[in-house]
């Protein structure tokens, strides 16, 4: 298998990911899900992403579409196409899978996957966590995971306009 194969062999569709989940599940991994749109992949992703998968064995992404992307952050974004981030995100090492989700949050993907860990940024109150209800009646955790101050897609897109000025 090439690296590009590899890297692709990580971008599921939900059924397929669905079965490799099961699984995963099957032969004793815990599952950790978290999602966003991760426009411009920075360190501030890159550490959370790594610390999330610290959690468990596999590390499950669900990624806004473009759609989805743009009715959440508005007609300007995403900055980057859908097909640059899901291969960005499945290159990287800790991340087992990438799974794609139309709607505006990733309720029924969670639903569809019933992740054993759900994991979001430190700037939400784990009850207020799309899927909180999904995993803790299915027996799993729900987890906050600090952000690195500084780094955010909004301040590196202002930056960028501001240098273009």
Known sequence: MTALD?????IKNWKTAA??????????DEIVFTNGC???IHFGHLHYL???KELGQRLVIGLNSDA???RLKGEHRPIKDLNSRQMQLAA????DLVVVFEEDTPKELIECLLP???VKGGDYDPEDIV???TVLENGGAVRTLNFIEGYSTTAFETKIKAARL
């Open 6 to 10: 590899s890297v692709l062999d990580k």
């Open 116 to 118: 054993d860990i759900l």
């Open 19 to 28: 079965s490799v989940v099961r699984r995963w599940k099957d032969l004793g």
């Open 131 to 133: 899927g909180y209800e």
């Open 92 to 95: 990287l090492e800790f991340v």
């Open 38 to 40: 991760f426009d411009l």
């Open 50 to 52: 790594a610390k999330a």
């Open 68 to 70: 989805s992307v743009s």
